[in-house]
């Protein structure tokens, strides 16, 4: 099926490609694990082996095979168009959102555009309606999950709207921004401010990824299988 847009047979074109192997022939006997997200997902910055979803790939890898469909500038609408383009591609088991700032958008003109939350075609857009718009996302996201038969599960690359998606599961308190500097009261006297950066001196660096996969799997391992 294909409208516009919108297919469920084919990922949307992408200047920077998909950061996983490639699916044609499809290889068989693990469920596939999808992960989807933006720039923090794809591991701008990153080696192969340094951002979150390759530390996070490592687990239960007897049983689960991961697919990292994050794409530099996604916003809640590109995710999901993805997702649809997925389904009889890479027929997932396993949905994993790792949601950017929901004032982005993306405008379906001839050649889709992202749109960031600085965009002036974004002028009009208020709190209200970027929480709106993220909900309905988050809708498309379970509707497609609940058609599917798949496991979902949530988290966020640096703002955190858990509040409005709690009944869900969703990795709380923590994001990929605010999960570094580590700070144990029983390990240092001081808190740590150095930061953490990627190669590109913008996106966060591999001790915040590191941590962030680990307190994923800490959070949802007995799920994830």
Known sequence: MKFGH???????????????????????????????????????????????????????????????????GASADLIVRILYGAEKILHPSIIIVCWPAWSRRQRLDPSPKHLTGDDQLLRTETEDTDKHNFLM????????????????????????????????????????????PYWDKFEQRTVDQTPSLASDGQHYGAEHHERFAQLFVDYFGKKLK
């Open 6 to 72: 919108y297919t469920d047979k084919g990922l949307p074109d992408s200047e920077f490609g998909y950061r996983c192997p490639g699916w044609d022939p499809m290889p068989s006997g693990k469920k596939n694990v999808l992960i989807l997200g933006c720039s923090h997902t794809y591991g701008v910055g990153h080696e192969d082996d340094t951002h979150w979803v390759a530390h996070l790939s490592k687990h239960n890898t007897d049983r689960l095979r991961y697919w990292n469909l994050g794409q530099p």
């Open 137 to 180: 996302n988050v809708f498309h996201v379970e509707k497609f999950a609940e058609k599917n038969n798949c496991k979902t599960f949530h988290c966020f690359a640096e703002e955190s709207y858990q509040q409005y998606i709690e009944d869900l599961d969703v990795l709380k308190d923590y994001t990929l921004k605010n999960c570094w």
